[in-house]
């Protein structure tokens, strides 16, 4: 697959996965009550799912058998993970923005180390 073809790819399934983290968020924030932290990094984890079977299935069309891409997928999640926590936390907690301006702006900082991770390590040819 063309890096062009797998760029756009990662943005449609980093778009759904999102959208699924977007939309744990605030329902768990909005409904449920819980706590804009908590709130995000289960939404992440929501996500997550979404972005492994697409990633895998689509994006970089892996041949690798689940047991070798899954473990790596965790590892690259837990570093995002733990990025997007810090990164939502200082901004929504420390500076004080709405939690919804400061998952989008994780969002938008996380997308490029994201790619290469997947591309290159997670879901290498």
Known sequence: MSHARSVIWYVIAGGLATASHYATTIFAVEVVKVWPVAASMMGFAVGAVVKYVMNYRVTFRSSS??????????????????????????????????????QLSSTILLIPPGYVMGRFWVFPR
């Open 65 to 102: 058998p689940h047991r070798e891409a899954l473990p790596r997928f965790a590892l690259y999640l837990a570093v995002l993970f733990v990025l997007n926590a810090i990164v939502f936390y200082l901004l929504n907690e420390r500076a004080g923005w709405h939690y919804l301006l400061a």
